[in-house]
């Protein structure tokens, strides 16, 4: 059994085995405090009757900012909260081969306690993946015949809280190498009690309408798809599916990305990834990075950081440098769809360099914080036995 998962402020969606019936479950924990039973989605609101029940709804900002929830006499950290989710969600499941958590952000604090929750259910990291919305959306692309993508690929998500737009554009270099790039629109907060009334569809319109001249370019388009509970019914927006409409084939999936979660699993079960096609998402570096260093007096670049690896599983990475009077570390950065090359320098602390005509070990370390922001660190190593470490570390911020 294969599933993919798409959570968003207040739902989990699930995909089983590619089935069009997608289960959609508030994303929500309850805990009846009688009898110790622990509820999710509407099960938890459901057994929401009395005093000796406590229902969590807010699950996804718990999540998000990391803090605590009291439950009767014991407060619970957002981490056990949502293992407990997912532990339940899951074990309603046999025999599941691999899953796929599909998320709106990269927000690494949120993602690494899906990560927690599911490595504890699951034991083993082989069966599982946690990723972004944009990541799901390239595999649901490379689903369809390549008619579909020969121009720009856009998306509308209009879920409970906003409306985001994702635009996947092909570009091919001098070498040629594809990239594929998904652009993102930041989210406008959109809530869907806009809609009740006549006036509040206006209005929602009207946002949509000049939301989507915003987003969408004047380049041309093979196909748009309207995703999210918010396009459950399109017969409101009269001005806005007008504009769509004139540009390309629209199709509406409210449950769009739990399915193309799924799609995600099966492309890595089956390793269906193009080595000529490089895909740089939100969940992957957009930027190749290399230390130039000097090896046996001659120069060389050494790359730390390839790009459309993702990101955040760039964490604690080390490189150890020999120098030998350097003064300064030299980094090459990159922007491969750009084919912009930017260069930043690293000063060596004098505690490290201080021992003159002597060999000094350096170890770098680097991992991402963001998408755009890699943090690295110094650490002089000294030499082995022949000398000490001057125990001194120095830490630098690099934008992308």
């Not at 629209?250 to 895909?279: G, H, P, Q, R």
Request: net charge negative.
């Amino acid at each position: 059994m294969v599933l993919g998962i798409s959570l968003d402020e207040n739902y989990a969606c699930v995909c089983v085995d590619g089935d069009n019936n997608v289960l959609s479950l508030p994303f929500a924990v309850g805990r009846n405090l009688n009898t110790n039973t622990w509820f999710i989605g509407d099960e938890a609101k459901n057994e929401n009757i009395d005093n000796g029940d406590i229902v969590i709804d807010k699950l996804f900002y718990i999540i998000r900012n990391d803090v605590p929830a009291r439950i009767g006499e014991i407060s619970y950290e957002a981490k056990e909260l949502i293992k407990i989710f997912f532990s339940s969600l899951l074990s309603k499941y046999d025999n599941i081969e691999y899953v796929t958590v599909v998320v709106r952000n990269g927000d690494v604090r949120y993602l690494e306690k899906i990560k927690y929750a599911l490595i504890s259910y699951f034991k083993d990291s082989d069966k599982f993946k946690v990723s972004t919305y944009s990541e799901a959306f390239v595999s649901f692309i490379k689903s369809k015949d390549a008619e579909y993508y020969n121009d720009a690929v856009s998306l509308f998500d209009f879920t409970e809280k906003a409306l985001t737009y994702y635009e996947l554009v092909r570009y091919i270099d001098d070498n040629n190498i594809e990239y594929w790039k998904v652009d993102t629109e930041e989210h406008l907060a959109l809530p869907l009690d806009l809609l009740s009334g006549d006036a509040g569809k206006k209005v929602c319109d009207n946002l949509l309408y000049d939301f989507a001249k915003r987003s969408i370019s004047e380049e041309k388009h093979g196909n748009i798809v309207l995703s999210g509970l918010g396009f459950s019914d399109t017969s409101s927006y009269r001005d806005f599916m007008t504009y769509v409409c004139s540009f390309a084939k629209v199709e509406t999936d409210v449950c769009f990305f739990a399915k193309s979660a799924y799609l995600l699993s099966m492309d890595i079960l089956n390793n269906n990834f193009d080595e000529n096609v490089m895909i740089i998402t939100d969940a992957r570096t957009m930027a190749s990075v290399k230390l130039l260093a000097t090896v046996n007096q001659v120069n060389t670049k050494v790359e730390l950081i390839k790009p459309g690896v993702e990101w955040f599983d760039i964490k604690d990475n080390t490189f150890d440098i020999i120098v030998d009077g350097d003064t300064e570390l030299r980094f090459e950065i990159l922007k491969v769809i750009e084919r912009v090359v930017n260069e930043e320098k690293f000063s060596i602390p004098e505690a490290m360099v201080r021992r003159q005509d002597k060999t000094n070990l350096l170890q770098i370390c680097f991992m991402f914080t963001e998408q755009r922001i890699m943090q690295l660190s110094l650490i002089d190593k000294g030499f082995g036995e022949f000398y000490e470490s001057s125990i001194e570390k120095r830490d630098k911020e690099i934008r992308i």
